[in-house]
């Protein structure tokens, strides 16, 4: 493995083995998507084993709920939060844990890059506390720079939506699979557009509520205003912890 590709991991573990030590038992967890919430799980994982951690979590995705499994760690889904008994305003989760592909200066992010962005965000909503987990490289001074937004769509809705947003200054390409021919398949079936913008965005929050109004989305990679807390794992294995307030 080359040395930026043994940093890269070695500093997602950092952040992977942080958020687990953030978790005390009794917690309902929100389990993401990714390498690196990966380290998270598997290190949630051993904690289970070795100190019986009581704790559940809602995976975030396919891939999510696999690797819980594989690492011993319960698991939950939004029927067993009873939900309908928990105030609206409430936290049905204790803490959410998950990757992004970039986080800007406020804490806001662009997530997707494993099309997952629609379950991440609606675990991510319950939650108490969302903590995002990444390596340096995710650090961006505007979203849209490192990466395109991720934006999640009906198959037959695909041109009507890629006319929409080029009309908001991207340049929509539809995500095509690797191991597979065709577009990639999301976990509920739908399709996923990778919207670039050539210069990022300028102000994400306006941008978002348009996506979010276009008929045929079901939903898109730009989390405003939720995370509370980012862990910055670095490649010596030290973890630089930010907090929203001082955001
Ligand atoms: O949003 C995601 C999946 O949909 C991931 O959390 C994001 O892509 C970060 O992944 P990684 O930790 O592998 O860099």
Redesign the pocket.
Known sequence: MDNAKTDANAA?RAAGEAAAALVESGMRLGL???????YAIEALGRRVREEGLDIAGVP??FAAERLARQHGVPLLSLDDLGLDTIAPEAHALDLAM????EVSPSFDLT???????VR?KVVAALAARFVV???PS?DVDRLGSRMPI?VEVLPMAEPAVSRSLRGLGAEPTLRMGQSKDGPVVTDQGLWVLDAHFADGIADPEPLATAIDGLPGVLGH?LFIGMTSDVLVGLPDGSVEHRTREEA
Not at 98 to 101: H, I, K, L, P, V
Not at 111 to 117: F, L, S
Request: aromatic share 0%.
């Open positions: 997602k993401g998507t990714g390498s690196t919430t990966a975030t995705s998950d990757g992004a592909d997530k997707g890059r494993g099309a997952a962005q991440e987990l990444i390596d995710k991720p990679g």
